[in-house]
DNA sequence: AGACGTGGTGAACGGTGTTTACCAGACTAA
DNA sequence: TTAGTCTGGTAAACACCGTTCACCACGTCT
């Protein structure tokens, strides 16, 4: 009677098996690096055994991304050095450079590698880090309230100015473009010190950085919506994964 | 009589054409899309042809990243926006973010890209770089003698902050990481903006992030030094280029 | 017991970076 | 002029890659 279950159960167990040898193969190699093969050899199946489980190494991809977001918002975040809730703030945004080191490898998936395909717009995984967002925004107008930043001050100015700041610190330690000798913490939190010195300073009053209150910052295709950009108007190409319709 | 030196213009000739081809290609589909043989079809040579002018795909990086610091050095800086020193400091990193819009693909290849190989420690290209940043601390530091950032403040912090807050921008722009309907140049503003005021309100005072006072910010292999870096010692992986050796 | 369906396979296709054996033609020296 | 050398370029091969497809064996259902 239970056979479907069973069989329902084997599938869910290999297809398990592939993402903890990708993980895995990525965590050690690189993204890249890692061929379907290598993926294969090591769950000992047959490359072509893993095309039933996935249609192509791009959804590999992102069944780990939907994995990092969600370790990223599930992991605790470290506590406040102190009551001011300037280090509230302080550290939720740090628990975003606190991933970057922890967590690499999907750190790189989710917000640096540009090889990786564009998750699409109605991608499941949104949910569940909209609500995160929602909450940051919730402590970052707790502490607009209690003084820690000046009245006006927009807190998803706030947010995006401090997640930027600490993006680059986050970036320039993960793909090694340190200077030589330099501390990637002691970079990050002077950074973050310094945009939230500057936020105090009022830096965040009247500040507009949302035109349309959507999504998360994540690699989101876009290319169906009207390009509105700046000066140069399209520049940017188009990198995609390798695949053989080009 | 003259044909060495025909010769040697001829093998130029091809060399140079290499290095356009492989540039055009590139920024119209990203590096690591592109393939020796199309780079060879282009050229109208056979792919083995360009194993006779560069050693690897390896070294075509290293050459475009050559001209990709050239040119981010060699472009003017916009004037600034007032005789204020805060202003010409602003216009200074500003160049920076320009750069990552006006040359995308120079600047993923210089400073996001992890599957890139890694430039040496003894690399030509370093001097006049070197060069500039020695130009921007002297300016950085003519501002603060004019009292625009507060007595005290280290120039070369100030330099490290800045561009890393900006980096963030550049990079979130560039790896299609905004939120949606965000304006990167209104973000990147925003976040410089920040950074500076930050550092006008003593962010950058006894702020020591100069270790060494070494290199510049490129992917530089500092395989062969002691890893001096945090809590996480070596989880990065080193993520190379796809060579046999493997 | 026999038909059916599904998961897995080997082999192939068209691509990749790189190496190697070889060749035609330009140059040089006798 | 002729013989020899040196060199730039090539075709073909090697060992990979992502992906597809015809096929087969086995478990399941009738």
Redesign the pocket.
Known sequence: MG??E??ER??EA?ARAILDAARDLFVTHGY?N?????I?ERI??????????F????DIFFALAAEGFQLLVSTPIEPPASDDPIDDVRAMVWHYYVFSKSHPEYFALMFIDRTVPRITRDWQGFAFVADMKRQLHERIQRAIDKGAFPAGTSPHAVFRILVTALHGAATLRLCSRMEHGEDGDVLARATLHAALEGLRAGAGVNCHLDTCHGSTPMNIDHSRESASSGAHPSVIPEVR????DS
Not at 34 to 38: A, E, N, P, T
Not at 55 to 58: H, L, M, W
Not at 241 to 244: A, E, F, I, L, V
């Open positions: 056979v479907k069973r069989q084997e599938r290999v890249h890692v061929s379907i093969r290598k294969a000992e199946y047959s490359p072509a055994a893993i095309y039933s489980y249609p192509s190494k791009d994964t390798d695949r053989h």
